[in-house]
């Protein structure tokens, strides 16, 4: 009877560290929006948006002489945020002003 002969494994060679990488770097943070000004006023007549959407009910929290930082702070409780404002800025919904 043959007997099984047992090969050895052969490891593959590691490759060697680079000393070149360079250590990992903390994130910074990236401001995506900036807007001139910071109180609301309406200029549109309409919002611009679909009625009886998600977006439409965010548009309907904006009101003349609010500041951007209470905008903001209320549309977070739906979901909301700089991206609508700067929606209704092209849209041409809404303008800032200081």
Same mark, same amino acid.
């Given at each position: 009877? $043959?007997t099984? *002969?047992?090969?050895?494994?052969i490891? $593959?060679?590691?490759? !060697?560290?680079? !000393? *070149?990488? $360079?250590? $990992? *770097?903390?994130? *910074?943070?990236?401001?995506?929006?900036?807007?001139?000004?910071?109180?609301?006023?309406?200029?549109?007549?309409?919002? !611009?948006?679909?009625?009886?959407?998600?977006?439409?009910?965010i548009?309907?929290?904006?009101?003349?002489?609010?500041? /951007?930082?209470e905008?903001?702070a209320?549309?977070?409780?739906?979901?909301?945020?700089a991206?609508?404002?700067?929606?209704a800025?092209?849209?041409?919904?809404i303008e /800032?002003?200081n």
């Amino acid at each position: 009877m $043959p007997t099984a *002969t047992k090969t050895a494994k052969i490891k $593959p060679a590691s490759k !060697p560290v680079s !000393p *070149t990488v $360079p250590k $990992p *770097t903390a994130k *910074t943070t990236v401001t995506r929006h900036k807007f001139n000004g910071n109180v609301i006023k309406i200029v549109g007549e309409k919002a !611009p948006v679909r009625e009886n959407s998600r977006r439409a009910e965010i548009f309907a929290l904006f009101k003349d002489g609010m500041t /951007l930082n209470e905008f903001l702070a209320s549309a977070r409780k739906i979901r909301g945020g700089a991206p609508d404002v700067q929606i209704a800025l092209d849209k041409k919904y809404i303008e /800032l002003y200081n």
